[in-house]
């Protein structure tokens, strides 16, 4: 599936649950969920407040804090909680991954290993059969690291 194909998908699922749930269709609710699926990566609320008012779209937080909610709950966004902060990522299509979390300085990076995913879904669970997961793995970057080293070699 390519970009369009995947946002006229995700478009359909959108409307059927919001039909279903008897939400309204606005045309502003449409425009963030077309942003979102515009997006590589993760995002805040705040990051997609100024993409939207970049592009002349103007929605206020609460219009995207209660759309973000309707997308969780349609299952078309996942919600991470990065220490403090909340970050958000399109979710239709996507495959399971892991982040590294830097607990200095919040960053967030994505990797692909396969022998750690392999290892994750081959592990058995008991009474338990996983659809996906996401794996959160904290630490600190190696730009943090190096201010760290300087820093203690400067006392």
């Known amino acids: 599936m390519d970009g369009q194909e995947i946002k006229e998908k995700v478009k359909q ?10 939400h309204r269709k606005t045309p502003e609710r449409y425009a963030i969920l077309e942003k979102i699926y515009s997006i590589d990566g993760h995002f805040g ?9 970049d592009e002349k779209f103007r929605v206020s937080k609460a219009t995207l804090y209660n759309t973000i909610v309707l997308l969780i709950d349609a299952r078309l966004v996942i919600k991470h909680q990065f220490g403090i902060s909340s970050q958000y990522e ?47 793995m904290y630490g600190i970057c190696s730009k943090c690291m190096r201010k760290k080293k300087q820093k203690q070699k400067n006392k």
């Open 13 to 22: 699922i959108f409307t059927e649950y919001l039909n279903s749930n008897g």
């Open 45 to 53: 609320i705040d990051d997609l407040f100024h993409m939207m008012n």
């Open 90 to 136: 399109k979710s239709y299509n996507m495959h399971t991954h892991s982040h590294l979390i830097c607990t200095e300085c919040g960053k967030v990076s994505e990797i692909k290993d396969d022998v750690l995913k392999k290892t994750i879904e081959e592990t058995k669970l008991p009474r338990f059969t996983m659809s996906h997961y996401t794996l959160y």
